[in-house]
């Protein structure tokens, strides 16, 4: 017997749809490019989507088609979120911090028709043109007065000019829930870049569950809750904003290109932002500036932390010195809010440290999706809070391929990447990528725990640990730090620092100065380019 019940698509357009309906007044700010800040509401947003959605069609833009952005946080890339998939077409949202080949090579892949720039990246986008052989026009996310008197780009469309063609008069259409919605290609730390492709369905089951209070700790009615997007629109869907926002009824502020801390700080106080989203590193620098400048925030209450495990004084010092809660989840492209970092009921009553002992780890589970950690031979492994292994998850919002690659088979679980370990609690702890764990005479060492460690040093801006050859234990850690400003710490203080917090044969054989990291385009120390820095090094007495 079956329930009798309608049978309606989870789309990504019902999401902006309820929001200009329901809770239409409330508001969505941006930072333009030349500073001014852009302020309009939910209801607003819906129809220039929908203006938007229409110009999609008048282009010829088939459902099922790429259409590629190269672009930041501003409110017309988010009007893109729903103008182009609520046509059925796929937006494809390209990271400008990549490589050029990188860049050629993803929209090439991914096939994009069009592509829209803004801006900031429209000089990119010129270069890149003249070996865009797919490409059949380019659109700049601007008005008509910032359209430049020469490009080289053929038929330069303009954003706003494409809007004001159209009435907005149009109705979302119904298709399969299982359609494409957007695609995000992985960073390509190893290999070429790969393509997650997000469903409608993942995507609104995704939204939903980041949307319950047992995610978003302290939950308040969404008009009292205004949310910082530092997390760009080109990295997971900017970690599902751009739809958690309008479902709740958040008021959402976006930072455009300017991330630098005094540009972040001033929208902070000022749009009385109390949710931020970003990476550590990023929480580095607005430390390094709220600490010396005096300056508070008075109205943030969490930020959603990913990507790294932040260092322990970060977090003490927000919640301690800021009442801010740094909430620490894991989570990566092909897994959007594949955790969450709240706390498990009962714990909230626990003494400081503990909780804090408790917000350190990578998280716990999400209903729906299925967590576990085997060893090398796929057993799974028990959670005793010491049994490393390989982390996989499963679930409605978890990749089960990449675009034009073999498809895992039904029931197959996503191998991460990450070695975790989970314990009885149901938390568990991302202690290193496989690819960076060090094996050292056949055990394992976490670079991360070492990083961690060593980047609580008050003199240590960031640090990095890689494995360097060794000819009787294969692999020794070498620890790579970045001395904060005018401090000159040497190597035998930082390991001195190490001693007692670490196993002693964890500890790094030699410790080298650089004065910055390679990172990501997503903010992450991009070890890759670290181990080519280091290639020729040699530990010293070898």
């Given at each position: ?15 902006l ?23 309009y ?32 946080n501003?409110?017309r ?48 986008v ?11 026009g380019?659109?700049?996310?601007a ?27 149009y ?51 969404g008009?009292?809750?205004t ?14 904003f751009?739809y958690?926002?309008p ?26 932002c ?18 010396k ?10 930020s ?45 009553a ?28 796929g ?35 996503l ?13 568990f ?46 692999e ?67």
């Amino acid at each position: 017997m079956r329930g009798l019940m309608m049978d309606r698509p989870l789309l990504v357009s019902a999401l902006l749809e309820y929001a200009g309906e329901y809770h239409g007044s409330t508001e969505v700010v941006a930072r333009d490019f030349d500073g001014t800040i852009f302020r309009y509401d939910y209801a607003a947003a819906r129809v220039r989507a929908k203006q938007l959605a229409q110009a999609v069609e008048a282009l010829g833009i088939a459902p099922g088609e790429r259409v590629g952005t190269l672009a930041w946080n501003s409110h017309r890339h988010f009007e893109m979120f729903y103008g182009v998939t609520g046509t059925g077409a796929v937006l494809h949202t390209v990271n400008p911090r990549l490589h050029r080949d990188q860049i050629l090579y993803i929209i090439d892949h991914c096939e994009d028709s069009w592509l829209f720039c803004d801006l900031e990246t429209l000089p990119l986008v010129e270069n890149l043109a003249p070996d865009l052989k797919r490409v059949r026009g380019f659109c700049l996310m601007a008005d008509a007065a910032e359209l430049p008197k020469q490009t080289s780009l053929r038929d330069l469309l303009c954003y706003e000019t494409l809007l004001g063609e159209q009435d907005g008069d149009y109705d979302w259409p119904d298709f399969d829930e299982y359609a494409a919605s957007t695609i995000c290609y992985t960073s390509g730390t190893t290999g070429d870049p790969k393509g997650v492709v997000y469903s409608h369905r993942s995507t609104v089951l995704s939204a939903l569950t980041l949307g319950v209070a047992d995610f978003l700790p302290g939950h308040q009615h969404g008009a009292m809750e205004t949310a910082l997007g530092l997390s760009p629109m080109f990295h997971g869907n900017a970690w599902q904003f751009p739809y958690v926002g309008p479902l709740l009824g958040w008021k959402l502020v976006w930072p455009g290109r300017a991330y630098d801390p005094v540009s972040l700080t001033e929208l902070l106080v000022r749009e009385r932002c109390t949710i931020m989203s970003g990476v550590p590193t990023l929480w580095l620098l607005l430390l390094d500036h709220l600490e010396k400048t005096g300056t508070k925030l008075p109205h943030l209450r969490m930020s959603l932390s990913s990507g790294a495990s932040p260092p322990r004084w970060v977090v003490d010092t927000l919640a301690e010195k800021y009442g801010v809660d740094l909430m620490n989840t894991w989570g990566m492209t092909e897994a959007l809010g594949g955790a969450k970092g709240t706390l498990k009921p009962g714990d909230g009553a626990l003494p400081p440290d503990a909780r804090i002992d408790r917000m350190m780890k990578s998280g716990r589970g999400v209903f729906l999706i299925d967590q576990r950690a085997v060893d090398d031979d796929g057993n799974a492994l028990p959670r005793d809070g010491k049994s490393q292994g390989h982390l996989q998850v499963r679930g409605p919002w978890i990749a089960s391929g990449y675009y034009k690659e073999k498809q895992l088979g039904e029931g197959d679980w996503l191998d991460t990447g990450d070695v975790a370990v989970f314990d009885p609690d149901g938390y568990f702890t991302i202690v290193d990528r496989s690819k960076d764990v060090i094996k050292s005479g056949g055990e394992w060492i976490s670079s991360a725990q070492i990083e961690n460690l060593a980047s609580g040093h008050p003199e240590i801006a960031m640090a990095a640990v890689i494995g360097v050859h060794h000819p009787k234990w294969q692999e020794r850690p070498l620890l790579i730090c970045v001395r904060n400003p005018g401090s000159e710490i040497g190597a035998n203080e930082i390991l001195a620092f190490l001693s007692g917090k670490i196993a002693k044969w964890w500890m790094p054989d030699d410790v080298q100065f650089v004065d910055a990291l390679p990172m990501t385009g997503t903010g992450k120390i991009h070890k890759l380019t670290l181990r080519a820095q280091f290639a020729d090094y040699r530990l010293p007495g070898i």
